[in-house]
Nanobody, 114 residues
Framework: QVQLVESGGGLVQPGGSLNLSCATS????????MNWYRQAPGKEREFVAS????????NYADAVKGRFTISRDNLESTLYLQMNNLTHEDTAVYYC???????WGPGTQVTVSA
């Protein structure tokens, strides 16, 4: 059974940092590119970042470029999203996704507030 489980969300002040994790199981992690998405209240789910299967290629939404870093540990079958210099506009539920299997995690809430 394919499973993706995000963790690491929470409440953080503007300018702060969080590191999200996505633990995966039920499939061989290494061959798949992986994504992060987010959905803010009242808005559609949007792409945040992607990483190639070995990690050599990454891509970011303009809104997070230079502040967020996607990475992966193929030995641990885990995806990460390091988020720095967070702003109110980053408040959302963050989801990891395996696009090849069209599998999603349940999401983790990130709230940026003073």
């Amino acid at each position: 059974q394919v499973q993706l489980v995000e963790s690491g969300g929470g409440l953080v002040q503007p300018g702060g940092s969080l590191n999200l994790s996505c633990a995966t199981s039920g499939f061989i992690f290494e061959p798949f590119a992986m994504n992060w998405y987010r959905q803010a209240p009242g808005k559609e789910r949007e792409f945040v970042a992607s990483i190639s299967r070995i990690g050599g290629f990454t891509n970011y939404a303009d809104a997070v470029k230079g502040r967020f870093t996607i990475s992966r540990d193929n030995l641990e079958s885990t995806l990460y999203l390091q988020m720095n210099n967070l702003t109110h506009e980053d408040t959302a539920v963050y989801y990891c996704r395996n696009p090849g299997l069209d599998a999603w995690g349940p999401g983790t809430q990130v709230t940026v507030s003073a």
